[in-house]
Nanobody, 125 residues
């Protein structure tokens, strides 16, 4: 059974950092594409970053370039989203998603087969 579980969200002050985790089970994450999305209140879910099965990283959201990075630890079967210099507009529910066929990254929701339940990130003083 394929499952993704996010963790690491919480309340952080502007300018702070958080690292989100996406623990995979039921499959080997290193063989597949993994992506991070977020959904702010009243807004559509947007693609942020993606790491292909060949470890090519792509950042889709201009608003996070230079601040967010994606990585994975194959030994832990876990992907990460490192978020630095957080801003109040980064407040959202963050989701990881994977596609278990092919190696390509795309920023579209329907490209991905499995999703985590999401973790809340709130940036506020």
């Amino acid at each position: 059974q394929v499952q993704l579980v996010e963790s690491g969200g919480g309340l952080v002050q502007p300018g702070g950092s958080l690292r989100l985790s996406c623990a995979a089970s039921g499959f080997a994450l290193n063989y597949y594409t993994i992506a991070w999305f977020r959904q702010a209140p009243g807004k559509e879910r947007e693609g942020l970053l993606c790491l292909s099965s060949t470890n090519i990283g792509t950042t889709y959201a201009e608003s996070v370039k230079g601040r967010f990075t994606i990585s994975r630890d194959n030994s832990k079967n876990t992907a990460y989203l490192q978020m630095n210099i957080l801003k109040p507009e980064d407040t959202a529910i963050y989701y990881c998603a994977t596609r278990v066929s092919g190696s390509e990254c795309r920023p579209t929701l329907t490209w991905y087969h499995y999703w985590g339940q999401g973790t809340q990130v709130t940036v506020s003083s």
